[in-house]
């Protein structure tokens, strides 16, 4: 299983960028057990920023980004995306994905995205 994120970029202050993260390699039979973005910025630790639990679409976000970010999943469960609206130049990091995903053949294992720049400018 691999999981690749998608829609970094460079952005002003006020704007708005979409991430994706795909996984692939599921196999027919699969689930997603977890479904996280998680973001490091120069010299921070890394911050879980948003999560989705389970199969609902309910999702959890870090206070600093409430109001301003929005986590969905698609039908097909394979992507999840997050949508962010007016960026500040504070979420300038690299945005990672997260997730637990279940195969019959390795059980539950954690995955992660290759990472994607967000650059916010003031």
């Known amino acids: 299983v691999q999981l690749q994120a998608s829609g970094g970029g460079l952005v002003q202050a006020g704007g708005s960028l979409r991430l994706s993260c795909t996984a692939s390699?599921?196999?027919?039979?699969?689930?997603?057990?977890?479904m996280k973005w998680y973001r490091r910025g120069p010299g921070e630790e890394r911050e879980l920023v948003a999560g989705?639990?389970?199969?609902?679409?309910?999702?959890n976000y870090a206070d600093s980004v409430k109001g301003r970010f929005t986590m969905s999943r698609d039908g097909a469960e394979n992507t999840f995306f997050l949508q962010m609206n007016s960026l500040e130049p504070e979420d300038t990091a690299v945005y990672y994905c997260?997730?637990?995903?279940?195969?019959?053949?390795?059980?539950?294992?954690?995955?992660w995205g290759q990472g994607t720049q967000v650059t916010v400018s003031s």
């Open positions: 989705i639990i389970g199969s609902g679409n309910n999702a």
């Open positions: 997260n997730s637990n995903v279940w195969t019959p053949e390795r059980g539950s294992v954690d995955y």
């Open positions: 390699g599921t196999g027919r039979f699969f689930r997603m057990n977890t």
